[in-house]
């Protein structure tokens, strides 16, 4: 079966799609990750979109689109997958509609994870990371032993350009303009599905798990 994560960024989505991924044996599709990856290995697409991304905004359909198709017709053996991070408009949905009729493949579920806009800000502004192992940290749920640095391997905690309040509130912005729609978009499809993304996460992934399997 495959899917699509959707909700405001802070929403929860990333985590509980890699926990749902390892639970049905689904692949992990993660846009945000892609993109990062590219800006990190300094390719000719990392370069284009770096300066988009550290000020909130959306790359564009195209270049985002190409990379999702590739990555999907590039799976092998069968397996299902979930989408996070795509569709974040109804162009992009309408495209992934066309690349999954072209590739006889389907989507069975859009899950929503809903989260107001308080807490997305309390969330994403509180988001820290280490450079080092990857390892994430948020204040006040998930605080390291020593402030600033890292329980791993004591790495100094960096916080992402587009985690800074201001910027957050941006993405917010955007979200609600240009990714919003999409829930109509699905819901006339009859496959969205919405959960409480306020809950306590572990309670998020089985009312996910239970939607997914129904």
């Given amino acids: 079966m495959n899917f ?24 992990h599709i993660s846009t945000g990750d892609l993109l990062r990856e590219a ?3 300094l390719t000719e697409l ?3 979109v770096e300066d988009i991304m550290k000020k909130g905004q959306l790359v564009p359909d ?9 990555k999907i017709s590039a799976l092998e053996g069968g397996r299902g ?8 408009n109804v162009t992009q949905a309408a495209s992934l509609k066309f690349i999954f009729d072209h590739q006889k493949k389907k989507l069975d579920k859009a899950i929503l994870l809903k989260v107001n806009d308080g807490e997305v800000v309390k969330r994403l502004s509180g988001r820290w990371y280490c450079p080092q192992c990857n390892t994430g940290y948020n204040y006040p749920r998930n605080m390291p ?5 890292c329980d ?10 587009d985690d800074e309040e201001s910027v957050v509130k941006k993405r917010l912005e955007v979200y609600k303009k240009e990714t919003l729609p999409i829930e109509d978009f ?14 306590n996460p572990d309670k998020v992934f089985q009312d996910i798990l239970t939607a997914v399997k129904n």
């Fill in 145 to 149: 032993k020593h402030e600033g640095v």
């Fill in 81 to 88: 997958f979930i989408l996070d991070g795509f569709p974040r």
């Fill in 152 to 161: 791993k391997d004591g790495g100094k905690l960096l916080r992402r350009a």
């Fill in 186 to 199: 699905y819901r006339k499809e009859s496959i969205l599905k919405e959960i409480d993304g306020e809950q």
């Fill in 46 to 48: 990392g370069k284009k």
């Fill in 4 to 27: 699509v994560f959707l909700g405001p960024p802070g929403s929860g989505k990333g985590t509980q799609a890699v926990r749902v991924a390892k639970a049905l044996n689904a692949v």
């Fill in 39 to 41: 800006v990190k290995n």
């Fill in 62 to 70: 195209e270049v985002v689109i190409s990379l999702i198709g590739q």
